[in-house]
């Protein structure tokens, strides 16, 4: 639950930081560009840094740092709001890398049930990010600044849950029968499974930050509210529910995840064009179609950590390759979509640039999906 509310709930109050801070567009879509250079940049580091302190060490500590990362870009400064949200970028990094690894090593028998868990916790967090940023800003007791701090009492909350966690064995990475890390890492970057697997992960992660970044300030020019606005986009979040928790069971039982690939892109590109067509007496079900889409392509692109690898070591090392080309790709997109929207004063061409996106999505995806190991 603490690796997406700290990052949704910025989307409803984009608008509020803009007119408080006085900044422009593309400054705004940097503040999610930021935790995705973040990830970026980290993500190859954590398995070794995980076999140093072990991953429950690892991961506590990767908590404290978020926390103190939230507390700081709350204070209403330029300077601390760009800080803070590079340490929760930092922080978050950790926790997307281990978890498919941990999921592996210590229940192999039940990695599709535990991956679906653990996305369904994540989207039902990121949905009431989504629904109550805009609420808690409106309340001149808090203001943004109030609402970018909400999300510390989930992580308050994990750092005290996760202590017994630091009293049990330790997950020691190196011990996973994969020694030759220097190898493994050549081996990732001339694997053309590899990169189609860290596209995926980049197309997918660029669809879901700029919908939850944009989306918003998207159906606000379309005449929603945005108190509206920011609920729709929460149905967006729910809607991904069903797909996050069935699609990682589902893809863990086929042979070729190719139909799973079929189904999110056709529901990415319909609500796409809906929006595109400001179709808004149907906006609802756009959400909900792309919520649809955004949880079984975000599942998917998950389990192919696991799927295409044979040790808990290899997901970890395909899960950090992956994340941090996938994110330095996506990193691009949010400040990419404000500057097309203050370039052209329009949102058109970013939402056909959403459309382009999916369909890149679907090529990476669909070689990925083809069973068969790195």
């Known amino acids: 639950m603490t690796l997406r509310t700290p990052i949704t709930g910025v989307g409803p109050i984009i608008g509020d930081i803009r007119e408080g801070l006085g900044i422009s567009n593309v400054l705004a879509g940097f503040l999610t560009t930021i935790p995705l250079l973040a990830f970026a940049i980290v993500s190859p580091f954590v398995p070794g840094i995980s076999r140093k302190f072990g991953m429950e060490k690892t991961l506590y500590y990767s908590i404290i740092l978020l926390t103190i990362g939230i507390a700081l870009r709350s204070f209403g400064s330029i300077s601390l709001l760009i800080f803070g949200t590079a340490l929760i970028g930092i922080a978050i990094a950790f926790g997307n890398v281990l978890m498919q690894g941990f999921f592996k090593l210590k229940y192999p028998y039940h990695i599709g049930l535990l991956t ?16 109550i940023s805009h609420p808690i800003a409106s309340n001149p007791a808090f203001g943004w600044q109030g609402a970018l701090a909400s999300s510390i009492v989930i992580t308050l909350i994990t750092l005290i849950v996760w202590i017994p966690l630091l009293r049990g064995d330790k997950v020691d990475l190196s011990s996973l029968g994969n020694s030759n890390s220097n190898g493994n890492e050549k081996k990732l970057w001339h694997s053309p499974l590899a990169w189609a697997i860290a596209i995926a992960m980049g197309f997918q992660s660029l669809l879901f930050y700029c919908s939850t970044t944009w989306l918003p300030e998207i159906l606000i020019s379309q005449g929603f509210t945005e ?44 609500a796409f064009i809906g929006i595109y067509l400001k179709w808004t007496e149907l906006t609802a079900l756009w959400m909900i179609f792309l919520g649809l889409a955004g949880g079984a392509s975000f599942g998917l692109v998950l389990m192919f950590f696991t799927l295409r690898t044979k040790t808990a070591y290899e997901a970890a090392q395909i899960s950090g390759f992956a994340q941090s080309v996938g994110y330095l790709l996506a990193a691009v997109g ?41």
Not at 118 to 129: E, H, I, K, L, P
């Open 227 to 270: 108190s509206s606005a920011g609920w729709m986009t929460s149905i967006m979040q729910y809607s991904q529910l069903p797909m996050t928790f069935l699609i990682p069971i589902l893809s863990e039982k086929l042979k070729s995840q190719r139909s799973i690939v079929y189904f999110f892109t056709t529901c990415y590109i319909i």
């Open 334 to 374: 949010p400040v990419l979509f404000g500057y097309l929207h203050d370039a052209t004063l329009s949102w058109n061409l970013p939402i056909l640039l959403f459309i382009v996106s999916s369909i890149i999505l679907f090529v990476a995806s669909f070689i990925s999906a083809k069973e068969r190991y790195l």
């Open 116 to 131: 679906g868990i653990y996305t369904v916790s994540m989207n039902v967090s990121a949905g009431v990010a989504l629904g």
